[in-house]
C-alpha cells in the first residue's frame, strides 16, 4: 500500500502547526511558568526554543522526509544495522503516556464548553468556579465520560487518515484561536491589578537560575510545546513530498508556537493576579482562572463558549498529531488497517488517562515519583526526559551518522548561508546543552 501524502505544503504547515499549538501553549505554559516562578523560566523557554527547539525541529521533520517512515523504521532505514532504532521507541513511549493525560485535560476543556453551552458558567456557580472545577475533577467518572468523548473524536480524525482528517481540521479555528487570544489579553490587561501580573511573567528573577529544576522544566516544556522529540513531526514530515522546502517550514511554527504560548502568558498571569489566584495552583490552573476573566468581560459567557471550542479544537489537532505515532508504526509492523490500529491504540491511552482523572480523585494519594500525582508524574517522565532523549537521538543521527553535506541537503539547507550555523547546532550546541542540563539536574554538574 503507497503510504499517504499531503495535498499541498500548505496541508503540511496546517497540520504541523496545529500539532505544535495547543494545550501545551497555554494549560501546560502557565501553569510551568507559575510554578517556576516567572520570567526567568520565560527567557530560558525561549532561548531553548530559539537555538534547541527550531534546530532540532528542522532536523526531525527532515529525517521523516528523507526515510518516508515511521518514528522506529525511519531510524532503521537511515542507520542501518546500528541500534539506534531503538531510541524510536522514546517516542512511542512518550505518545503513550503523554496522549493519556492530554485527553483526560483536553475532557475538562470539553466539560467547560459545555458549561458555557448551557449557560451554567455565565456566573460563579454557588461552589465558586474553583470549587466548582475541583468538585469536577475530583468525579469518579464525570471527568473520565469526557476524555472517553475527546478519546473518540482523536481517533475518529486518525482513522480517517491523514490528509481527509487531520489537513481540514485547522483552516478556521487556529485563527480564531489567535484572534480571541489577542482580544482576552488586551482585557486581562485592563484589570485591576494587571501589572503585577506583567512583572511576573517579563521581569525575571535571576535567583530563580540556581534551581536546576528550572533548566529541565523550560527544556521539556520547549519540547512540549514544539511536538518535539516524539516523532510526531518525523511521522508528519514522512508525509512531505520531497519538492517541498522546509527551512522556512519549520521556522514558520516555531514562531507561530511562540506567539501562542506568549499570548497566553500575557491573558493568564495579569488575570491570576487580579483575582488573587496562586500562580504555582498547578496543572488546574487556567481552569480557575480563565472563567473569572470571562465572569468580568462584556459578553464574557459568549467569549468563553467559542474559546473553549477553539481550545478544543486546537487539542484535537495535536492529539491526532500523537495518536499518528504509534499508528503509524503499529500499521506497519502488524500490517494491521489504519482503522483496527488507532482504535487499539487509542483505547489503551483511554485506559491509561482513567489512571491520570482518578489521580485527582480517589487516586489523589498516588505519588509515583516525589510529591507528582499520577498525571505530573507521566508528564514529568514523558515531557522532561523521554522528548529530550528522542530529540538529541536525532541530533546525533544528523550531526554524527550523517554527513555535513548529506544533512545539508535532508534538510534543502545545501546552499544556504545558515547551513553551517544550524550543523553546528545539530552536532555540537543542541546535544552539549540537553546533556548538560540532565547532568545538572541529576547534580552531577
Ligand atoms: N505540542 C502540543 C501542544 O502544545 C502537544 C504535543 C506534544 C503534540 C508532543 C505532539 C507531540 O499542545
Avoid at 521556522?251 to 488573587?276: E, H, Q, R
Wanted: proline share 4%.
Amino acid at each position: 500500500m503507497a503510504r499517504e501524502k499531503w495535498g499541498t505544503k500548505l496541508g503540511f504547515m496546517l497540520a504541523a502547526m496545529g500539532s505544535a499549538v495547543g494545550l501545551g501553549n497555554i494549560w501546560r505554559f502557565s501553569f510551568v511558568a507559575g510554578n517556576n516562578g516567572g520570567g526567568a523560566f520565560l527567557i530560558l523557554y525561549l532561548l531553548f526554543v530559539l537555538i534547541i527547539g527550531v534546530p532540532l525541529l528542522l532536523t526531525e521533520v527532515s529525517i521523516g522526509r528523507k526515510a518516508e517512515s515511521d518514528v522506529v523504521g525511519s531510524f532503521k532505514k537511515l542507520a542501518p544495522g546500528t541500534p539506534w532504532y531503538l531510541t524510536g521507541f522514546f517516542g512511542i513511549a512518550s505518545a503513550f503516556l503523554i496522549l493519556s493525560f492530554y485527553a483526560v485535560v483536553a475532557g475538562w476543556a470539553m466539560f467547560y464548553f459545555w458549561n458555557y453551552l448551557n449557560g451554567s458558567f455565565f456566573a460563579q456557580p454557588a461552589a465558586g468556579y474553583e470549587g466548582a472545577f475541583g468538585q469536577f475533577i475530583s468525579h469518579t467518572w464525570h471527568p473520565i465520560a469526557w476524555t472517553a468523548f475527546f478519546m473518540i473524536l482523536t481517533i475518529v480524525i486518525v482513522l480517517s487518515g491523514v490528509k481527509k482528517g487531520i489537513e481540514l481540521a485547522n483552516k478556521i479555528f487556529m485563527p480564531m484561536l489567535a484572534l480571541i487570544l489577542i482580544v482576552l489579553a488586551f482585557f486581562s490587561l485592563s484589570l485591576d491589578g494587571a501589572s503585577e501580573g506583567l512583572k511576573f511573567l517579563f521581569t525575571p528573577d535571576w535567583t530563580a537560575l540556581s534551581n536546576p529544576s528550572i533548566y529541565i522544566a523550560a527544556l521539556g516544556q520547549a519540547f512540549f510545546s514544539l511536538s518535539l522529540g516524539m516523532g510526531a513531526m518525523l511521522t508528519y514530515g514522512s508525509y512531505l513530498k520531497k519538492e517541498n522546502k522546509l527551512p522556512s517550514a519549520t521556522l514558520g511554527i516555531g514562531l507561530m508556537d511562540t506567539f501562542f504560548a506568549v499570548i497566553s502568558g500575557i491573558v493568564i498571569f495579569p488575570a491570576v493576579f487580579a483575582f488573587g489566584i496562586d500562580p504555582s495552583s498547578g496543572p488546574p490552573l487556567v481552569f480557575i482562572t480563565l472563567p473569572s476573566i470571562f465572569e468580568q468581560m462584556p459578553l464574557g459567557g459568549m467569549v468563553g463558549l467559542i474559546f473553549f471550542f477553539a481550545l478544543i479544537l486546537a487539542s484535537l489537532s495535536s492529539s491526532v498529531s500523537i495518536l499518528e505515532v504509534p499508528t503509524a508504526y503499529f500499521m506497519r509492523v502488524f500490517g494491521w488497517s489504519r482503522f483496527a490500529t488507532s482504535t487499539v491504540m487509542g483505547s489503551i491511552m483511554f485506559v491509561m488517562g482513567i489512571a491520570v482523572s482518578l489521580g485527582f480523585g480517589v487516586w489523589s494519594g498516588v505519588t509515583p515519583i516525589g510529591e507528582r500525582n499520577i498525571l505530573d508524574s507521566m508528564d514529568y517522565i514523558a515531557s522532561n526526559i523521554l522528548l529530550p532523549l528522542g530529540g538529541l537521538s536525532m541530533a546525533l543521527l544528523v550531526g554524527w551518522y550523517f554527513k555535513k553535506s548529506e544533512a545539508l541537503e535532508a534538510t534543502d539547507l545545501t546552499s544556504s548561508p545558515i547551513g553551517s550555523t544550524w550543523f553546528t547546532i545539530v552536532k555540537w550546541v543542541a546535544p552539549i546543552l540537553i546533556i548538560m542540563i540532565f547532568l545538572n539536574k541529576i547534580g552531577i554538574i
